[in-house]
Nanobody
Framework: QVQLVESGGGLVQAGGSLRLSCAAS????????MAWFRQAPGKEREFVAF????????YYTSSVEGRFTISRDNAKNTVFLQMNSLKPEDTAVYYC????????????????WGQGTQVTVSS
């Protein structure tokens, strides 16, 4: 069992930056692949970024490539999402997720979810 708690969301102007954190408790965090998803009002939850359990492999959806960076600190049981050059279309609730046997953009591949943190980007 893994419990996930996101933090770091807020209101920022377009072009600004935010750093999201996801703190994990429970067993064997370092053995889990991790991902960030987001869900805007009236839209389905969408994949944002993935990082392998070792941190040695990352993948991003095309709309955030070059602007967002996912990383993890297994010693601190935390995964991060650094978001730069934010755009109004990045506005959403951001969720971290743990699990999956391999890289996946599908939400059903992940076993554990946080409660989400709101990111709002004003134009």
């Amino acid at each position: 069992q893994v419990q996930l708690v996101e933090s770091g969301g807020g209101l920022v102007q377009a072009g600004g930056s935010l750093r999201l954190s996801c703190a994990a408790s429970g067993r064997s965090f370092s053995s889990y692949n991790m991902a960030w998803f987001r869900q805007a009002p009236g839209k389905e939850r969408e994949f944002v970024a993935f990082i392998r359990w070792s941190g040695g492999y990352t993948y991003y959806t095309s709309s955030v490539e070059g602007r967002f960076t996912i990383s993890r600190d297994n010693a601190k049981n935390t995964v991060f999402l650094q978001m730069n050059s934010l755009k109004p279309e990045d506005t959403a609730v951001y969720y971290c997720a743990a699990g999956g046997k391999s890289y996946s953009q599908s939400a059903i591949a992940y076993d554990y979810w946080g409660q989400g943190t709101q990111v709002t980007v004003s134009s």
